[in-house]
């Protein structure tokens, strides 16, 4: 009963290196997110989807390339790993739709567990 | 540029103490505040969040106490116990379903 899951939880892989992380939401959301967490914990906004349409994306180098292949589901796809991609990853959704219950239930954002990146 | 201004870095209650986390914003465009939570090796989770037009919301031991025109926000941790042990990030956002901007986080450590 998972909200949002993703894998790999952890990825090794060596500099130079393609990799994807996938990531899935069963919330009924329309709106997902990838965030980036570096070693000091700081989190960032990456890319935000909406209904499979890119909305916003951050300064992020172009070998990260988000794909949505529908509502549920945005993949991380890097290409070229850098040293400085080391980090975890983490995913969210949340519902554009305007929704009852005040601040909490409209505009939540459901994170994932999270993706290790190490690049070695 | 921060956006989003915590303090402190690191907190140490002794247990059953009040837990006082600070956060400053500069973009009046800003209309919802949450905090999260975070354990090691788990995803961030919504603690409680305000929008501008309450000063204050409480959520069992926890209350978000917010000064509009000091552009200013704080989560008030009652009764702390070691469980609350964990990482708490403000936040913010412009609108609805919007990225959220996060300050940088507070390691709060509750001893017995």
């Known amino acids: 009963d998972t909200a949002v899951s993703q894998t790999p939880k952890y990825l090794v892989t060596q500099m130079g290196n393609d990799k994807s992380i996938k990531c899935e939401q069963n919330?009924?959301?329309?709106?997902m997110y990838w965030y980036k967490q570096d070693s000091k914990k700081f989190l960032k906004i990456m890319f935000s989807?909406?209904?499979?349409?890119?909305?916003i994306n951050e300064t992020v180098p172009n070998r990260f390339s988000p794909k949505s292949p529908d509502k549920a589901h945005l993949n991380l796809h890097i290409n070229s790993l850098e040293l400085g991609d080391s980090a975890v990853y983490f995913c969210?959704?949340?519902?554009?739709?305007?929704?009852?219950?005040?601040?909490?239930?409209?505009?939540?954002?459901?994170f994932g567990p999270g993706t290790r990146l190490t690049v070695l | 540029q921060q956006q989003v201004k915590q303090s402190p870095q690191s907190l140490i209650v002794q247990k059953g103490g009040i837990s006082i986390i600070n956060c400053a914003y500069e973009?009046?465009?800003?209309?919802?505040f949450p905090w999260y939570q975070q354990f090691p090796g788990k995803g961030p989770a919504l603690l409680i969040a305000?929008?501008?037009?309450?000063s204050e919301k409480k959520e069992g031991r926890f209350t978000i106490s917010f000064n509009k025109s000091a552009k200013q926000f704080s989560l008030h941790i009652m009764d702390s116990q070691p469980g609350d042990s964990a990482t708490y990030f403000c936040?913010?956002?412009?609108?609805?379903?919007?990225?959220?901007?996060f300050g940088k986080g507070t390691r709060l450590s509750v001893i017995a």
């Open positions: 973009n009046t465009a800003f209309d919802y």
């Open positions: 969210a959704s949340s519902l554009r739709i305007g929704t009852s219950g005040g601040a909490k239930a409209a505009d939540t954002q459901y």
């Open positions: 989807y909406n209904n499979k349409e890119l909305i």
């Open positions: 305000i929008r501008p037009d309450v």
């Open positions: 936040a913010a956002s412009m609108k609805r379903n919007t990225p959220l901007v």
């Open positions: 919330l009924g959301h329309d709106t």
